[in-house]
């Protein structure tokens, strides 16, 4: 290679470098991250009445069923009652009928978008909910350090466990083309922009065969395309606008695949952590690519990190959303607010969540 042409392709890296650089506008996070890191404790309940909100379709429900009654006939308890999930009813109806029937605990069987839902409605009681994986991705159970493939364990968890409070988070999505609006609660990451077109866009037969990895085939047909104009505002500050291809907010930060995708984020820290994602290029993808899966912690001019309690985006062209990988309707705007300790959840004795 010429020496010529060394030169220009490294002027042209750093031309790019000094233009990203450029194009982010720096938002201030008024809160340091502090921690609770709440001991577990036993429920101190001899007998307790269990309800089960179960994704019937699941491969392993059956099995996860037996086992839940068969742990609690040899406890010498009340047999469960489970109140199974409809394609009309994803478990909101089905959690409300666990606690009208006085459920010390409710189980959520099923992947992400059950536990998020049957969260969202024990979320600010004193209920407990107890994690019984059986879906792709299992966010929230990685999370709380649950193997998502022991199943007989995480019902033993779910029964017998001691349990703590966790942080949830609402997200708020309003549409000005269409009028519409609705709002949910997320427990692992929700996001706007790339993130949830891959949501929105992987194959189902292809997750069922592969599971988490068929996120990575989507993910790469939605490399290409342009950034985004938005204003980002944290905490009710003055909006700044940034050009961006994606933005995550995060009550904790292990996915799929053993990634701890945001490092720094805690589920019982009272904040979210937003990452802004802003490449303009394959070699803008590359450099976050490597900074996460090397968990090095040199700043990029691409890949953003904030936190705050609440957070507002405007978008003038409606964007895609997602809650904990469930697809959530296209915005104008969308504003993110953290509830602290709002969720009493079961998990190993003595285990700590990051």
């Keep these: 290679m010429s020496d010529w042409l060394l030169y220009l392709i490294i002027a042209g890296v750093l031309a790019f470098a ?5 194009g982010v506008r720096r938002l201030k996070a008024r809160h340091i991250r502090s921690a609770v890191w709440e001991e577990t ?38 047999r469960p009652r489970f ?11 089905q959690a409300r009928q666990a606690l009208g029937y006085g459920a010390d605990v409710v189980l959520a069987g099923g992947g992400d978008g059950t536990v998020r839902v049957v969260a969202e409605v024990l979320a600010g009681t004193d209920t407990a909910m107890g994690l019984i994986p059986l879906g792709t991705g299992n966010l929230l159970a990685r999370n709380v350090h649950l193997d998502v493939y022991d199943l007989p364990g995480n019902v033993q968890t ?5 349990q703590r409070f966790i942080d949830t988070a609402r997200m708020r999505v309003e549409n000005s083309r269409t009028g519409g609006s609705t709002e949910h609660t997320f427990l692992v ?33 939605h490399l290409p395309g342009r950034r985004k104009k938005v204003s980002i505002a944290l905490d009710d500050q003055p909006e700044q606008t940034r050009k961006i291809r994606s933005v995550l907010f995060a009550n904790c930060g292990l996915i799929p695949g053993g990634i701890d995708f945001i490092p720094q984020a805690m589920i019982d820290d009272g904040m979210l952590d937003v990452v802004v994602m802003s490449p303009r290029s394959a070699i803008g993808w590359l450099a976050m690519y490597w900074k996460i899966l090397l968990k090095h912690k040199r700043n990029l001019p691409v ?31 969308v504003t993110i607010q953290v509830a602290p300790g709002s969720l009493l959840i079961r998990v190993k004795d003595g285990t700590e969540t990051d």
């Design 189 to 221: 990451i929700a996001g706007i922009g790339m993130d949830a077109e891959v949501v929105g866009d992987t194959n189902d037969g292809l997750k069922k065969a592969v599971g988490w990895l068929a996120y990575t085939e989507a993910g790469v047909r």
């Design 18 to 22: 000094a233009s990203s650089w450029w």
């Design 41 to 78: 404790h036993s429920p101190g309940l001899g007998r307790q009445k269990v309800a089960v909100v179960l994704n019937p379709i699941k491969a392993k429900s059956a099995e996860a069923r037996a086992l839940i009654e068969d742990a609690c006939l040899e406890a010498g308890w009340e």
């Design 158 to 162: 779910a029964l017998f466990g001691h």
């Design 83 to 93: 109140f199974d999930t409809t394609a009309e009813d994803p478990g909101f109806s």
């Design 303 to 333: 890949m953003s990190y904030y936190r705050s309690g609440k957070i507002t985006i405007r978008c003038a062209e409606p964007m895609p959303t997602q809650l904990d990988g469930d697809p959530s309707g296209e915005a104008t705007e």
